[in-house]
């Protein structure tokens, strides 16, 4: 090798050395670099924070109108509690009257009604006109009353059918 190739060699090595200054000028880009990759990060983070909040209060504002609104149903639930406790009443108290009117319904039914029994039977099936007959003929001979079929509303065995 010759001294000047040797030369440029160590000279092509030594540009690729850093100097003093060099180093600074290196050490202020980094800076500027950081410095701006911090600027960036935090105002992403920010960002999100921003977001986050704005989520977090719109939560907390739809957590307070659905607290209202569980209350608000809550006060309407207890009312038609009520109100289905006093149908209750009401209708065990309708009830009651019902069946007391039906009880004076039937009594005031079976008022005209007369229960004849020992008459004898003739066969198994009877129209309702013989049993009239049957009964008026027997009121009239038993009970010493003048009575006609018309005046009977409706005549029928009970029971079943014992022949004698």
């Known amino acids: 090798m010759t001294i000047e190739k040797r030369l440029d060699d160590i ?3 030594l540009s690729h050395v ?4 060099d ?3 290196i050490k202020d880009i980094i800076k500027e670099t950081v410095e701006q990759l911090k600027d960036q990060l935090l105002g992403n983070v920010i960002r999100r924070i921003e977001i986050l909040e704005s989520y977090a209060f719109e939560q907390k504002r739809e957590i307070e109108l659905l607290k209202n609104e569980n209350a608000s149903k809550s006060k309407i639930i207890e009312g038609l509690k009520i109100q289905n406790a006093a149908l209750e009443q009401n209708k065990d108290r309708e009830s009651m009257q019902n069946d007391e009117f039906a009880n004076a319904t039937e009594q005031y039914s079976r008022r005209n009604n007369l229960r004849i029994t020992g008459v004898p039977e003739d066969q198994d099936r009877q ?3 013989s049993v009239t007959n049957k009964s008026v003929t ?5 009970l010493g009353m003048s009575i006609v079929p018309n005046e009977i509303d409706t005549a029928h065995r009970l029971g079943q059918f014992k022949p004698n």
């Open 127 to 129: 129209s309702s006109e």
């Open 11 to 13: 000279s092509s090595k």
């Open 18 to 21: 850093l100097t003093k200054e």
């Open 138 to 142: 027997l009121v009239n001979t038993h």
């Open 23 to 25: 180093s600074s000028v």
